[in-house]
């Protein structure tokens, strides 16, 4: 009978209508991940033995590994390591090929940004580990260094893995220096107060163990007498233990790349932590400087339009330019510092080239 | 409780005639009053029945519907109109200005005018017409003339196609739902529709008229332009019909609109089959609102449980089905009636 | 004349008709004419309303207004040429203003003597009560039973004609 | 005198709400009826058979899962097997059934959504809501073994990337057990529906000699009454070992290409319930050399019974870990362009239904 099928799909419908819900409120109710979820793809950075096989294995070119040698060794070690998820597709490849688990799969899954590079993730070297010798430079040297140069010695390795195992297993390594199983506890509790306290003593134990067992005491008996560990300095933007975040080392929970160089660059050491800023403002002159050279060479009577009034005295410019590249790289740079400068420079030259060779203004020497 | 908006309008008019105003004033007066209070219960009601609409949606297809602004969501219309409102007002330039910009008004107009002879409670009717049932049918009839020129004014192939499908519906459909309502103005030998309500005292016309109200049931679906029968509309095959090219508030006025007529027609459908706002214990007024919200919940889930007719079906259902249908009940009617007579009741 | 409430309201209605009137006849776009011809038919229709007839005037709305003009504009769109913006026919020249004015005057004078000459019959018996669908049903049904339903065959016979010219030949 | 009309065009998409994509359905139109479609594609068009090109063998198999990304598995096999075969790799008798359950799953996956997205495409939101609720179950269980929902890419080279976890087979036999009760509801809210009969029934046709023509195959050949499944026809995997039967559906038109694929997810449930039974211990994985290197010269064409009809994989190796060509035969694009032959003379609303019951997916049409 005609209408039949119409009842009975008004029957399903009331009979769901009365039926539980289905909805998951989303951000307060979180979803169930089952253990394989892929989220986002994370990497361990201690672990890295930089042998590249991910790089080959993945199809999308997500993955970016640069290393470098220490002097006198073949081993390679990893200087920077960057995902850019925004091409991953997510298809497990890199994490089943990875011999040593560098790389795997969060549950984190809301990996949404506001610009591009939010999306990538970058694994840098950390600055603290630099050696002594090149921090004790200061800023100004520090910014002709670039991030993750291939001068840096495995030092920087050694001391990175050791603050790594200090922070995931204190008592095997702690008890290496300390005998009482009470003091390794005290000094394991101040290390994770302080990072400075962290820093330094993993820098001791791979420089001098002696001294190292030295200090420790010391600390530990401070400790132990006043109370609040010494030194102890106000938490940064980033100051939570690292071991309580529950995560294996400071890179994993850090994905913008700013972050987590300021969160490496530690307590004791502001100057590294402005070191790779200014290093960027002075790759960006040069950036400047070399367009404009090509935009001089390129379209010199556009660029030198905006400084020269007159059309025969950019011909004239251009012609200069083009003869000797000192005049070229004083002009460019005049040019990106001071343009008012540069206009009186450049009407200087060629007033100079016009008394030298009236009529035309071909080049001169 | 019962006679509460009569007795609100009885003491207006008696203050504004304190205030020295004459009779003719006091009325104008009191008309405006009622008009601006019909529209404004409306455009409410219409907020309320977008948000029920999703609700009900939600419910049917195990969601939970708008559930983050308020209360079960219950501020999220006014959210959304707010945000209609403020919508940019898109005229495209190939459009018949005039006519796209007349045509919401026109539409919601003529919806709003419905209202004026539907009885509302007991001695709540805006102007009590002797040919009240007559009115609601050519009143609703001038809808189509608004999707009309909502179609052809937006220039626009989807538009025209929606507006034509819609007129030939509507057109079609008028005959149904005129000749499904015959049978119960036989029984009540008036056209007037508080009459009607009053002869159903006894017994509910859908008793006497199951037939009628299916037809009539299925017809309006089709005059409202209501799933299963949204052929103006029709999102899968005409994107939004003749309402693609509108925008902002003028889109959010057709919208208003139908939902006026979709409570205008449950209205009229249960004054006509369901005893209109007779009921016992509750005040009349209450009675009408329940009765029209319970008819209109049953439009809502067969919107939501079926799909689409398809434009011809559509056709031959309302020529080749209800309009004999409706012819066959009319005279089966008009024999019930010659026989009760007999009998002497 | 004084200004009562009900001659107020017929000239609001009468201005609004005869306006929407001139826009028929003067708008250069056929859909605007065809749209103003609705306006008309509804002042027409409120004009019945005023007159306490408000069965007539809801007669006018449906059959007038909601119906043929539908089907008047179906026609013009099916019909139409591409440029909407000057579809209705263009102005005539000076002369055929003249002799148009001269016979729209002639109508109109022949149209007033002959209402002005006619002689009325004498008012029969007293108005029918206004909204008197009953009186009108016994007149139609019963008295003119003849003319109303050869009246509905002859509509019938058009409809069915109608469908025949549409539906076209099956083998054409 | 009788009444002449212009045609007119109509163009459905590229953004339009039946399209299943970016596709673009230029109708022309007399009145209400169609007089010709002309399809245009390529509007998703990602070059995948040139991506192919530059990567390795092993690096492919994500793309491949996008290939046909509503049932993400079949595609993904289609193309490990395809490899297999050039180079002569074997796979474990486990990895084997694992794959005929996880592939079947995504059958079930694809022929919901089929079902849901023609509910959707003739206005019945409700169907379509049901049949992905039910469809979140099968990607529950994707996740729980691949660890991706949509776009899982969980077949390898020799066998499959994970084993089956330990909470997949309660939640498969659950989801086995309720199939005949979705399909019951599906049959009382879609397929019971009156109108939407009205609507399927003899709208479309496809006559077993035009779907031969163009080379239709899948649900799409199987509902005009031609009973030619790969599984079957020429079985490959382990297909040979179920016991499972063809839907065949005469009549050609878009209710029996819908009946067809109701019955095709029973018959999916009936072959993982038997993989399952017959699952043995064992290696996941086969033997794989790290670096692939087919022979230069060889060439291979192989076909599986994807959820859209036969999906096969030309594929062309020159001596290195890439190969020199790979050709996919998408069965959407060629079950597309019958289009136009079954919609002419019918209504424009037609054109929806018979888009949504061709079943196209344009990942695999545009390629």
Redesign the interface.
């Known amino acids: 009978m005609f209408g039949k099928g119409l009842l009975k799909g008004l029957g399903i419908t009331a009979k769901h209508t009365f039926e539980r819900e289905i909805t998951q409120q989303y951000p307060e109710e979180r979803p169930h991940l089952q253990d394989r979820f892929r989220g986002s793809l994370a990497y361990d950075y201690p672990k890295c033995i930089a042998c590249g096989l991910c790089i080959k294995a993945c199809p999308n070119n997500v993955l970016t590994l640069e290393t470098y040698k220490d002097e006198g060794s073949r081993k390679k070690k990893v200087a920077y390591y960057a995902i850019d998820l925004q091409y991953c597709l997510f298809c497990n490849l890199c994490v089943e090929i990875c011999p040593t688990a560098t790389l795997y799969f969060t549950h984190e899954f809301e990996l949404t940004s506001y610009d591009r590079e939010g999306i990538k993730k970058e694994y840098h070297r950390p600055p603290e580990l630099v050696p002594a010798s090149k921090t004790a430079a200061g800023p100004a040297e520090e910014d002709k260094t670039p991030p993750g140069g291939e001068t840096d010695d495995k030092k920087v390795r050694q001391m990175e893995a050791m603050k790594t195992a200090l922070l995931k297993n204190p008592a095997k390594t702690l008890g290496k220096i300390l005998p009482a199983e009470e003091d390794v506890a005290i000094m394991s509790s101040l290390m994770q107060e302080d990072d400075k306290i962290l820093t330094k003593l993993a820098q001791l134990l791979v420089e001098d163990r002696d001294k190292a067992a030295k200090v420790a005491t010391a600390w530990v008996k401070k400790g132990r007498s006043s109370g609040p560990p010494p030194g102890a300095v106000p938490p940064m933007a980033d100051g939570t233990p690292r071991s309580a975040a529950g995560q294996s080392s400071a890179e994993e929970t850090a994905p913008p790349a700013a972050d987590s160089r300021e969160a490496e660059g530690g307590v004791g050491l502001p100057a590294e932590d402005k070191a790779p800023l200014g290093d960027e403002a002075d790759d960006k002159r040069v950036r400047q400087v070399e367009a404009l050279k090509t935009a001089l060479l390129n379209n010199p009577a556009k660029t030198l339009g905006k400084i020269l009034p007159a059309e025969e005295d950019v011909v004239i410019m251009s012609g200069l330019m083009k003869a000797d590249d000192k005049i070229l790289a004083k002009l460019t740079q005049l040019l990106v510092e001071d343009r008012d400068k540069a206009a009186k420079v450049a009407t200087a030259w060629v007033a100079r080239e016009k008394k030298r060779n009236p009529g035309e203004g071909g080049p001169s020497s | 409780m019962e006679n509460l908006f009569i007795n609100i309008a009885r003491t207006l008019s008696d203050w504004l005639l304190q205030l020295g105003l004459s009779h003719?004033w006091t009325d104008l007066v009191l008309l405006v009053v009622q008009w601006t209070a019909i529209i404004l219960i409306i455009t409410l009601n219409v907020i309320i029945l977008v948000w029920l609409e999703r609700k009900?949606?939600?419910?049917?297809?195990?969601?939970?519907g708008p559930?983050r602004l308020g209360p079960f969501g219950c501020f999220q219309t006014i959210a959304d109109t707010l945000k209609l409102l403020t919508k940019e007002d898109i005229i495209p330039s190939q459009t018949?200005k005039?006519?796209f910009k007349t045509a919401p008004m026109f539409f919601i107009i003529v919806s709003v005018l419905l209202y004026a002879v539907i009885p509302m409670g007991k001695d709540m009717v805006v102007v009590d017409?002797?040919?009240g049932l007559?009115?609601f049918?050519?009143?609703g009839?001038?809808t189509?003339?608004a999707i009309?020129?909502a179609g052809?004014s937006s220039n626009n192939?989807?538009s025209?196609?929606g507006a034509m499908?819609s007129?030939a519906q509507m057109?079609s459909y008028?005959i149904p739902l005129a000749f499904s309502l015959l049978g119960v103005v036989m029984i009540a030998g008036s056209?007037n529709l508080s009459a009607i309500v009053a002869a159903q005292s006894n017994i509910w016309f859908i008793v006497l008229q199951p037939v009628a109200f299916v037809t009539y049931f299925i017809a309006a679906t089709a005059e409202l332009n209501r799933?299963?029968f949204?052929m103006p509309e029709?999102?899968?095959?005409l994107?939004a019909g003749a309402y693609t090219e509108y925008t902002g508030m003028r889109w959010a006025l057709f919208f208003l609109a139908e939902y006026t007529n979709l409570v205008a027609v449950s209205a009229l459908a249960a004054t006509l089959f369901f005893g209109g706002w007779q009921g016992p214990l509750l005040p009349s007024w209450m009675w009408i609102i329940i009765k029209t919200y319970l008819i209109m919940l049953v439009f809502m889930?067969?919107k939501?449980?079926?799909?689409?007719?398809?434009?011809?079906?559509l056709m031959s259902l309302s020529w080749k089905v209800l309009v004999p249908v409706s012819l066959i009940n009319i005279l089966v009617t008009g024999v019930g009636i010659e026989i009760f007579k007999g009998m002497g009741w | 004349m004084i200004m009562n409430m009900d001659s107020l309201v017929f000239l609001i209605i009468s201005a609004f008709t005869i306006a929407s009137a001139l826009g028929v006849v003067l708008s250069r776009n056929i859909i605007h004419s065809a749209l103003a011809l609705i306006l008309t038919f509804l002042g027409v229709a409120m004009n019945f309303f005023d007159l306490g007839a408000s069965f007539l005037g809801l007669v006018q709305i449906l059959v007038y207004a909601g119906a043929i003009s539908v089907l008047i504009i179906f026609a013009i769109m099916l019909v139409m040429k591409p440029d909407s913006a000057a579809t209705n026919p263009p102005t005539p020249s000076r002369d055929t203003h003249f002799i148009g004015g001269l016979l729209a005057w002639l109508v109109m004078i022949g149209v007033g003597m002959a209402i002005g000459l006619t002689r009325w019959p004498a008012m029969a018996s007293e108005p029918a009560e206004a909204d008197a669908v009953g009186t009108l049903a016994t007149l139609l049904l019963g008295n003119y039973v003849v003319a109303f339903e050869a009246a509905a065959i002859l509509l019938l016979l058009a409809a069915v004609g109608a469908i025949i010219l549409a539906k076209g030949d099956e083998n054409p | 005198m009788f009444v002449e009309s212009e045609p007119y065009i109509i163009n459905i998409g590229p953004q339009h709400p039946s399209t299943h994509g970016g596709m673009h359905v230029e109708a022309l139109m007399d009145g209400e009826e169609v007089v010709n479609v002309t399809i245009h594609l390529g509007y998703v068009h990602r070059s995948v058979e040139k991506i192919a090109e530059s990567r390795t063998y092993t690096q492919f198999i994500p793309y491949a899962a996008r290939l046909d990304y509503m049932s993400t598995n079949l595609p993904a096999w289609g193309y490990v097997e395809a490899v297999e075969k050039l180079s002569g790799l074997t796979v474990p008798e486990r990895a084997q059934y694992i794959r005929v359950v996880m592939g079947e799953l995504s059958r079930i996956a694809s022929h919901m959504m089929f079902v849901g997205s023609l509910a959707i495409d003739l206005a019945a939101t409700t169907g379509l809501l049901y049949c992905l609720r039910d469809r979140e179950r099968i990607m529950d269980m994707l996740e729980m073994t691949s660890g991706q929902r949509l776009l899982s890419s969980y077949m390898r080279l020799g066998g499959v990337s994970h084993d089956l976890p330990e909470e997949f087979f309660p939640a498969v036999k659950s989801f086995l057990t309720d199939v005949p009760a979705m399909l019951d509801e599906y049959n009382g809210l879609i397929t019971g529906n009156e109108i939407l009969q009205a609507r399927c029934n003899g709208i479309g046709v496809l006559t077993p000699e035009t779907a031969l023509a163009y080379g239709v195959t899948g649900p799409n050949l199987r509902a005009s009454g031609i009973s030619y499944d790969l599984r079957r026809a020429d079985p490959y995997g382990i297909y040979d070992r179920f016991d499972f039967n063809i839907p065949v559906a005469q009549k050609g038109d878009c209710m029996a290409r819908l009946m067809v694929r109701l019955e095709e997810i029973e018959q999916s449930a009936r072959i993982i319930k038997q993989a399952l039974e017959q699952m043995p211990e064992g290696e996941i994985l086969g033997k794989v050399p790290k670096v692939l290197k087919p022979e230069k010269g060889r060439e291979v064409y192989h076909r599986t019974e994807s959820a859209k009809g036969e999906l096969g994989y030309y594929l062309l190796a020159d001596g290195t870990d890439k190969p020199a060509r790979l050709h996919v035969r998408a069965p959407s694009f060629i079950n597309l362009m019958v289009l136009p032959i079954i919609s002419r003379g019918s209504k424009l609303q037609d054109i929806i239904t018979n888009i949504a019951t061709l079943d196209p997916v344009l990942g695999e049409s545009d390629r």
């Open positions: 003719f009900i949606s939600g419910f049917i297809q195990q969601r939970l559930n018949d005039l006519i017409l002797n040919v007559f009115y049918i050519s009143v009839s001038l189509t003339i009309l020129m052809w192939k989807w025209l196609l499908r007129v057109i008028e056209l799933g299963p949204d029709a999102e899968q095959e994107t889930w067969m939501w449980t079926f799909p689409r007719i398809r434009m011809d079906h």
